[in-house]
């Protein structure tokens, strides 16, 4: 989930809430607070875990998960006690950007974080961020010593489901996918959800391709899917994650400030996004959201 807040990144908590209560009531299944579309590297500690009780008080009773990420250990053990004291159902950590990591370091900060929460864990690889892959054997290691409940598999490498969800079924642990515009395939090969940053955007797409590829709802996915794999398109004009508010943007939703500088030429690009998408939305019959003024987006 994005995260409005103003300039110094405190939470703007009635857009959020306004944000969370449409979400909901599209029908979206839980919520992951403080991953990468919510750009939790730009936040305090205390913003992080102002953003925990907040999302898991407007989202209740809907299960949030809480991604406990950070380069410092002692960061995480108390990101992970602030999610158990919620009585959030689990929590979500990441390779430590920045230094280099070997998989044994890897899965040492991982059983830490299990430690400290005492929740269940579902890993989240995105090494195009973080710059460090979790390996098929790192994962098999972890889900051997510790509460694995699933791994949330995002960037480019897709091909990798097929070992994790191939591992999953061995290891009694489940497969999420950040692949947002491959939701047909996705579940084809046995993930068993998606946790996106385009649901941010259009939920009504997303979810209309889970129920009839996943639960077995009757329908065409050939629409939607052309639709989301059009609003990836688009917003991948501009560099993750501000081109997830772009694309909240067009259709009204408040996205607060950036909490990062923001050239003349990514706002150029920013501006197109959010034209070229609000006439495919107006098109395609998807209404604005207007349950609150837009907050001022990118600048």
Not at 25 to 51: C, N, W
């Amino acid at each position: 989930m994005w995260l409005p807040a103003d300039a110094e990144g405190n939470l703007l908590k009635r857009e959020l809430a306004a944000n969370i209560a449409w979400l909901k009531a599209k029908g979206v299944y839980g919520i992951l607070a403080l991953g990468s579309t919510g750009e939790f590297p730009h936040m305090t500690v205390a913003q992080r875990q102002d953003a925990l009780a907040t999302v898991a008080e407007l989202a209740a009773p809907l299960p949030v998960l809480a991604n406990i990420s950070d380069i410092r250990p002692r960061v995480v053990a108390e990101l992970g006690r602030t999610a158990r004291q919620l009585g959030l159902p689990a929590v979500t950590i990441m390779t430590p950007g920045f230094y280099p990591n070997t998989q044994d370091d890897v899965l040492e900060h991982f059983l830490h974080a299990a430690d400290s929460s005492q929740l269940p864990v579902f890993l989240y690889n995105f090494p195009s961020l973080t710059g460090t892959r979790i390996n098929i054997g790192t994962v098999a290691a972890f889900a051997d010593r510790a509460n694995m409940a699933g791994i949330k598999q995002s960037g480019g490498e897709f091909e990798y489901h097929k070992e994790l969800i191939a591992l999953g079924r061995e290891k009694n642990f489940v497969v999420f996918s950040g692949a947002d515009t491959r939701l047909p395939e996705v579940f084809g090969l046995g993930a068993v959800g998606c946790i996106g940053g385009l649901a941010n955007i259009a939920p009504e797409l997303m979810l209309h391709l889970y129920k009839v590829c996943r639960e077995g709802a009757p329908g065409d996915i050939h629409p939607a899917f052309e639709r989301l794999k059009q609003v990836g398109d688009t917003v991948d004009r501009l560099t993750f994650p501000l081109n997830v508010a772009a694309g909240m943007a067009a259709r009204g939703v408040p996205t607060g400030e950036p909490k990062a500088r923001v050239s003349p030429s990514s706002q150029k690009i920013y501006d197109g996004i959010v034209r070229d998408l609000g006439v495919a939305f107006e098109q395609w019959g998807l209404p604005r959201f207007d349950a609150v003024p837009a907050a001022t987006a990118a600048r």
